[in-house]
């Protein structure tokens, strides 16, 4: 592909800024099954991963004919904070993406699926709150969730920018969509997602990893390139 117009990066939160996606996934499978569900985290990451809490009680009805109690969400979150605070660590090879955005000078948002008080528990942990400030936007203050543009036209406009000319970075398929849909050009990053699915989705570059990402903006971003 040609070399894209980079003036703002949108940042997925859950598998792209913060490794919550596996432990979110374990403490979801563990409260289905517990509930009498059979679930497993494959079932888990295939059914819900990239997607909204509200999705899972109907889901659980169609699979298994078990009505979730009125207060599984409370509890979800319950669980899923308690093995943040615990558990979570930040990505090792983040901070130079951060700081070579910094560098040139480039805003930087986050568009994500869920809710604030999980992405306020998340980034606190990890130090990223303070960075990103109030350019962290949920799928909760826009009309619709990923795989719709919402949340990434609601980012961009955040940064005062159109979405055509940012760069969205997310790791499931639904939030590649949302990228797409929106007119930003979408790396996908792989986290637990095959990077397969993700192109499939319609991500216009795949990343493997961190790494891969940096060099990708570097080169993007860099005058002679």
């Known amino acids: 592909m040609s070399k894209p117009v980079v003036r703002g990066v949108i940042f997925d939160c859950d598998g792209v800024l913060v490794d919550t996606e596996t432990l979110a996934c374990k403490v979801l499978t563990d409260q289905l099954c517990d509930y009498g569900c059979d679930m497993d985290m494959n079932k888990t990451h295939d059914l819900f991963i990239g997607g909204t809490l509200a999705m899972v009680p109907p889901k659980m009805k169609e699979l298994f004919g078990i009505i979730l109690p009125d207060d599984w969400l409370l509890e ?126 319609g991500a216009d570059c795949i990343a493997e990893d961190h790494k891969a990402l940096y060099s990708l903006l570097e080169g993007w971003l860099r005058k002679d390139g």
């Open 76 to 201: 979800c979150y319950e669980r899923t904070f308690v093995a943040f605070r615990n558990d979570l660590l930040p990505y090792p090879d983040l901070a130079p993406i951060l700081d070579l955005l910094d560098m040139h000078n480039i805003p930087m948002a986050i568009g994500s699926n869920g809710p604030h008080d999980k992405m306020d528990v998340s980034l606190g942990k990890v130090g990223l709150k303070e960075r990103f400030r109030d350019r962290i936007c949920s799928a909760h203050d826009v009309a619709n969730p990923k795989p719709h543009p919402d949340v990434y036209l609601f980012a961009a406009q955040k940064m005062g920018l159109m979405a055509s000319e940012c760069i969205v970075v997310d790791d499931s398929q639904n939030g590649v969509r949302a990228g797409v849909a929106s007119g930003a050009t979408t790396i996908g990053l792989v986290d637990i997602t095959p990077g397969s699915y993700l192109r499939d989705a």
